[in-house]
C-alpha cells in the first residue's frame, strides 16, 4: 500500500483529496471478496440503466447494486465496441449504509429493474450457464419442473428435481421432458468432466424412474 500512497499524494495535492482518494481505495481492496456474494441465489439484484440522463455523474452504461448489511457493492458496466449485447466492468465501488451519500451512484437514475437471472455466454463456444438466479427465481423453477414431471407421470423426488435444476443452471436453458430424455444430445453438451458427471448422474437417476424403480 506504500505506493499507492505515494502515488495519491503525488497526483492530489489537498489533505482531504488524498484522504477521500485512499478511503475509495481501501474500501475496493477490502470488499473485492464481496463480488462472489453479488452472485448468491440470498442475494437481491437491481440493475439501474443510465441511458440520456445528464443529471448523474456516474460514468458506466449500467449500474448492479447488490446491499448485503451494512454493505453496498456497485458494479459499473460499459457497452462494448466489439459487439452487440456485450458488456464490460469498468469500475467497482463500495458505500455504506450510514454514509451520508450511499445512494450517489445511483441518485438520479430512475430505470431500476429487479435482477432474477443472469446467464454467461461463451461467444465463441456459445455455451451458456447460469451465474446468479434468485431465491425466488429458483423456487418458480423447480415448481415448474415438478409440475412438469407431474403431468408425465414421473415420481419428483428432491434429488431428480435437483439434478435437473442443475442442468438447467449449468447449461443455461430450462430442459423439457423431451430434451431430458435426449442422451445423446445432453452428453453432446459437455464441456468438462465436471459436465459430464452432473450429465452421468442424472442419467442414471432418470433411466431408474422411467424403468419404474
Known amino acids: 500500500m506504500e505506493s499507492v500512497e505515494k502515488l495519491v499524494r503525488k497526483y492530489y495535492k489537498t ?40 443529471d448523474s455523474e456516474f460514468q458506466s452504461d449500467y449500474l448492479l447494486v447488490h446491499e448485503n448489511g451494512k ?28 454514509d451520508r451519500d450511499r445512494d ?29 438466479q434468485s431465491m425466488e427465481a429458483e423456487q418458480r423453477e423447480k415448481s415448474g419442473i415438478e409440475k412438469m414431471l407431474t403431468a408425465e407421470g414421473i415420481h419428483a423426488d428432491k434429488k431428480l428435481l435437483n439434478l435437473i435444476f442443475q442442468l438447467n443452471k449449468k ?10 430424455n435426449d442422451n445423446e444430445a445432453l452428453l453432446g453438451k459437455c464441456a468438462d ?3 459430464k458427471n452432473l450429465v452421468s448422474d442424472f442419467l442414471a437417476l432418470w433411466e431408474k424412474k422411467e424403468d419404474g424403480i
Do not use: A, W
Open 15 to 54: 489533505e482531504e483529496k488524498q484522504r477521500r482518494m485512499l478511503e475509495m481505495i481501501h474500501r475496493k481492496l477490502d470488499n473485492l471478496g464481496g463480488l462472489g456474494e453479488m452472485f448468491s441465489s440470498y442475494s437481491k439484484l437491481y440493475l439501474y440503466e443510465k441511458e440520456q440522463n445528464g
Open 71 to 98: 454493505k453496498i457493492l456497485h458494479l459499473g458496466f460499459v457497452k462494448s465496441e466489439r459487439g452487440k449485447d456485450i458488456y464490460h466492468c469498468n469500475s467497482f465501488m463500495t458505500t455504506y449504509q450510514n
Open 104 to 132: 450517489s451512484f445511483y441518485r438520479n437514475l430512475p430505470n431500476r429493474y429487479e435482477i432474477t437471472k443472469i446467464v454467461r455466454e461463451n461467444k465463441d463456444t456459445k455455451h451458456k450457464e447460469v451465474i446468479y
Open 171 to 180: 447449461f443455461g436453458i430450462y430442459h423439457t421432458v423431451d430434451m431430458l
Open 193 to 195: 468432466k465436471r459436465e
